[in-house]
């Protein structure tokens, strides 16, 4: 096996992950308030992510950073390759499958839930917003196992690839509005969303086969290390949660006020996160 890169050169891979993929959602703001300007289109495919998001943070981000991760580099380290290989393929199978069946339930119950985030939208607002909702909610389960595959491969010191996929993910979404919404409209940027999640999960692939990954179908609560990732999800659950929380709430506020309120909400909020995201 290859040694791994110095922290020097990860750093710098990741610094440079994170200052492209910030260009390019500037240059995916700048498509979409482009094609679409900031109007009651944008309102509705912006407060389209809330359930999506909601799925994604508290399944997939609950259980990558503070939970997974350190897991799953304590089994390849202390105990054996063969174990960390079985925690590594039961947590992508359970947490993918949490994921699937979360974005089926929101889908069939999207026309109770999302009228709800957006109370001040009208009548086709609402539509337009459960409509863009059932589109998105794939990207859920994508990013759900998505995220695992990016703590197994930083977890084995492989930046590269989990550094290129969210360049991958906005892209989609510019070419969505560039070159769908003639056929697709407001669709076009949302089905960029779901194709960008597939293939920032498809990039990362060929790195698990580089790092020598056995993967298993079998996705058994009795894996050992899977319960302690689980009990580690519990206070992250908690702080993701919150962040959400303020994000509907946010989203019902704004849904009261003049048409384009929460497209320009989150154009701000992207240009303010830029320097703390690239830091």
């Known amino acids: 096996m290859t040694p ?4 020097r050169s990860a750093s710098l891979i990741l610094i440079a992950g994170f200052l492209g993929s910030r ?30 998001d909601l799925i994604f943070q508290l399944i997939g981000g609950a259980a990558l950073g503070s939970a997974f991760l350190p897991t799953f580099a304590n089994h390849y380290v202390q105990k054996t390759q063969e174990s960390a290989w ?12 949490a994921g699937g069946v979360a974005a089926a339930v929101c889908f069939i119950a999207a026309p109770a839930i999302v009228p709800l985030t957006v109370p001040g939208y009208t009548d086709a607002g609402r539509e337009d917003t459960v409509y863009l909702t059932r589109i998105m909610l ?10 695992l595959v990016t703590g197994v491969l930083n977890g084995r010191h492989h930046f590269l690839l989990p550094a290129f996929a969210p ?25 960029g969303v779901t194709i960008g999640a597939g293939l920032h999960l498809l990039v990362q692939l060929p790195g698990l086969r ?3 990954m056995r993967y298993r179908p079998a996705a058994g609560l009795g894996t050992p290390g ?11 659950i908690l702080g993701l949660g919150s962040i959400q929380v303020n994000w509907l709430v946010t989203t019902v ?26 830091i």
């Open 4 to 7: 791994g890169p110095t922290l």
């Open 23 to 52: 260009a390019l959602g500037v240059v995916r703001n700048m498509a979409l308030a482009g094609t679409f300007g900031a109007g009651p289109e944008l309102d509705a495919y912006f407060a389209a992510f809330r359930l999506p």
């Open 86 to 97: 079985r925690l590594a393929s039961a947590a992508i199978n359970l947490f993918t499958l």
């Open 138 to 147: 794939g990207s859920s389960v994508f990013f759900c196992a998505s995220g």
């Open 167 to 191: 360049w991958v993910y906005n892209l989609s979404i510019i070419a969505g509005a560039l070159l769908l919404q003639g056929p697709a409209g407001i669709a076009g940027p949302a089905w």
């Open 210 to 212: 580089r790092i020598g």
């Open 226 to 236: 899977l319960g302690e990732v689980l009990r580690l999800m519990g206070p992250r």
């Open 253 to 278: 506020l704004a849904s009261g006020l003049v048409a384009g309120s929460l497209a320009g909400l989150s154009y701000a909020w992207a240009v303010a996160m830029l320097p703390i995201g690239v």
